[in-house]
């Protein structure tokens, strides 16, 4: 087995090659194009977890490549090394992406563009295998930025879509400010240190100056806030919403969110150095974890909601990075990405059913969709934390590890819980039960929507247990759990179940009362954060632009060109009626030429 | 100082004249008046004993040859000057003027 899993590299090839042969055959494989496309997953979800049950749990299994070689400033290498950390990354995403897959051949049945859609999933499961099981920051970064473009191409699946095409950029663009900052921490690491793989920089972290550890961390922190859409770059994630729904699952719920977590969690030691840094995380996390979740309790769009939330619960694993706890952060992960995603094809079980993401046109889906109904409940009790499901043991974990060293941001973050407790209990709710007030025929889905619902309920309902396993094999230690703070969160979950149950049972649009509307809308829009970005950012660009277009381009620029030759007819015009074919006032200008020729001479060279 | 102002007196006469009359014959004539005078001028100013006279005998050569360049052109020019007589059974250069543009 061990000769096999030298093969690090198949990991990101053969998706690679996969998405290569998708997009160049698929017109030939038709309906088997699922059939081929699943492989790449699969086949990560395979490596992953023998790379587990191996049991090798340094970098020490690896292999790198000399890239480019600067002469005088040493070489960049690429390569890949599997550890406990990224045996689990790849287990989580081998495993989502599959699932993905399979939900798509039914969600997206008879859409046109299906080689592009598959071919973009195999390359995004080729660029998240790279970005995690690269041996280095330099291959990090560039599957960071594959992600980032493989999200940009899914979200825009729909490009005939205005919102759609849009919302595609947007996300490029907002992410692109945090990838910025990733880029620079590449760049000082290799001045100081002058190499970029994860052994040499972890070497050099604790000779290097506290200055330069600070620097590093906190741009590689600007990173993690643009692709896990933290507090201030979150506005890209609701709007991403717009792609397909298994998309929003895979890409915007458990995995290239989850980057910015693991870019944190890998580069642990550098970023242990830095208290400065850690608190900037925990601050991040903490305020995005409570700020979300209140955004979460007024959508009136499902899958929004589950965008808002899945901000929230990354505040948290932020937060918990935050303290130290990365362990915790990785293990709410994993957690997350079992919860998270069912939700997510959940919803798009509920959205393929009835044809609306409105809460407000859906009720009473249990019964007709009983399937999704059950699933959706065992994912809604993960998230908001009620044991024994998966959430509970996670959250449970970072609560206490926040509580222990910053009981102030704990109180935020216990405030976060109960608020999650309530767009659960809500969103549940106005979905599932009481009465039907859609106009539609809803139904379940077939096969293939609701094995990977059964599959990941199966995994948030029982994967909470597997604490301990999870620690071991992260090198991590696992505290056992902390009852005050078990029973306080269950309790605050219980709360907010109740809660959000009773008040969307009076009030389905989440208005709330007169008086706290202009609140809720405000909530709505995600604090006004696009408002902000619009008048801050958008508008100076966009009136200097338009300046530029109206006065230096029109008048200026397409003056000049477009004034050459109704300038030159008028000089034409006016000098040829000089040319009056009389040849007498010819001589006039010559003598007149003459003279005022001499008096030019005389004048210039009167002191000669 | 009077050879300038004769040799300049001339020139001005032959230009005016250009410049005023119409017919093509007077204008030829006009244009011997200048050249005559520049001429003038030029032996005028060697014999007078100025730099120019330094290379004995060149400038009058050049006088000479003046005077026998304006015999040839005055005969080539009165051949056009028929010549457009026939063709516009007109003289006067301000009724020649076809060239507009």
């Not at chain 1, 925990?282 to 965008?307: H, R």
């Not at chain 1, 309530?422 to 106009?439: E, I, K, M, S």
């Not at chain 2, 120019?52 to 005969?75: D, Q, S, Y």
Request: charged share 10%.
């Amino acid at each position: 087995m061990a000769a096999f899993l030298d093969l690090g590299w198949s990991v990101v090839l053969l998706p690679l090659l996969l998405a290569v042969l998708v997009a160049v055959f698929g017109r030939v494989l038709g309906r088997s194009i699922p059939v081929v496309a699943i492989v790449a997953p699969l086949w990560v979800f395979v490596y992953g977890v023998l790379s587990v049950l191996d049991g090798v749990h340094d970098l020490s299994r690896a292999g790198s490549v000399e890239w480019l070689t600067a002469a005088g400033a040493g070489s960049l290498t690429v390569g890949w090394a599997v550890d406990g950390l990224t045996a689990v990354m790849l287990v989580v995403v081998g495993l989502v992406a599959s699932l993905v897959v399979l939900f798509s051949v039914g969600y997206l049945h008879g859409e046109s563009g299906l080689p592009r859609y598959f071919a973009s999933l195999c390359l995004f499961t080729a660029a998240m295998s790279m970005l995690v099981v690269a041996d280095g920051l330099v291959g990090l970064f560039i599957g960071w930025e594959l992600v980032g473009a493989c999200s940009y191409l899914l979200i825009g699946f729909w490009f005939t879509r205005p919102a759609a095409a849009k919302a595609a950029v947007k996300a490029f663009l907002t992410t692109r400010v945090g990838d910025v900052g990733l880029l620079l921490a590449l760049a000082l690491l290799w001045r100081e240190v002058g190499d970029l793989s994860y052994a040499g920089v972890f070497a050099a972290a604790p000779s290097l100056a506290p200055a330069t550890v600070t620097g590093a961390s906190l741009l590689l922190l600007v990173g993690a806030i643009g692709k896990s859409a933290q507090f201030p770059l979150q506005i890209w994630l609701p709007d991403a919403m717009e792609g397909p729904t298994p998309v929003s699952a895979l890409i915007h719920a458990a995995t290239m969110v989850a980057a910015g977590v693991f870019l944190i969690a890998r580069t642990w030691p550098l970023f242990s150095l830095s208290s400065d840094a850690l608190a900037m995380t925990l601050a991040v996390g903490g305020l995005t974890a409570i700020g979300a979740a209140a955004a979460a309790l007024v959508q009136t769009d499902i899958k929004k909601v589950l965008a808002y939330s899945t901000i929230s619960q990354l505040g948290f694993m932020f937060a918990a990075l935050g303290v130290g706890a990365w362990g915790a952060a990785v293990f709410h992960l994993v957690t997350h990405a079992a919860f998270k995603a069912l939700l997510f094809l959940g919803s798009g079980s509920v959205i393929h059913g009835s044809g609306t993401q409105e809460l407000e046109e859906m009720g009473g889906l249990f019964r007709k969709m009983p399937v999704t109904g059950v699933t959706w409940l065992i994912g809604a009790g993960a998230l908001a934390g009620l044991p024994p499901l998966a959430g509970f043991f996670s959250k449970d974990e970072i609560l206490h590890d926040v509580a222990l060293a910053e009981p102030v941001w704990a109180i935020l973050l216990f405030g976060a819980s109960l608020m999650t407790a309530f767009y659960v209990a809500r969103t549940t709710r106005l979905a599932f039960f009481d009465t039907y007030r859609g106009n539609g025929h809803p139904h379940e889905g077939g096969w293939s929507m609701r094995l990977p619902l059964i599959a990941l309920a199966t995994l948030a309902a029982a994967i909470g247990f597997a604490a301990t396993w999870l620690a071991e094999t992260l090198g991590t230690h696992h505290g056992s759990l902390d009852l005050r703070v078990a029973a306080g969160s269950t309790l605050l979950a219980a709360l907010g179940l109740l809660a959000g149950w009773k008040v969307s049972g009076v009030d389905h649009t989440g208005s709330m009362q007169p008086r706290m509307a202009t609140l809720a809308s405000l909530m709505r829009e995600g604090w006004g954060a696009d408002r902000l970005v619009e008048r801050v950012l958008l508008a100076p660009v966009a009136s200097a632009s338009q300046f530029l277009y109206r006065f230096v381009d029109r008048k200026a620029v397409d003056g000049i060109a477009e004034g050459t030759a109704p300038f030159a007819r008028r000089v034409g015009r006016a000098f040829s009626s000089l040319q009056s074919g009389d040849a007498q006032w010819y001589a006039t200008m010559l003598g007149a030429g003459a003279v005022a020729l001499l008096a030019v001479v005389s004048y210039v060279g009167r002191g000669l | 100082m009077s050879l300038l102002v004769i040799t300049i007196g001339l020139f001005s006469l032959g230009l005016y004249g250009i410049l005023i009359r119409r017919d093509l014959v007077a204008i030829l004539a006009s244009i011997e008046v200048m050249l005559g005078s520049a001429t003038l001028l030029l032996v005028g100013l060697a014999a007078a004993g100025t730099p120019m006279g330094t290379h004995e005998g060149a400038v009058e050569a050049t006088g000479v040859m003046v005077i026998v360049l304006a015999a040839a052109e005055a005969a080539i020019g009165l051949a056009l000057v028929i010549s457009v007589a026939r063709r516009f059974k007109t003289t006067r250069v301000d009724e020649l003027a076809e060239v507009k543009g």
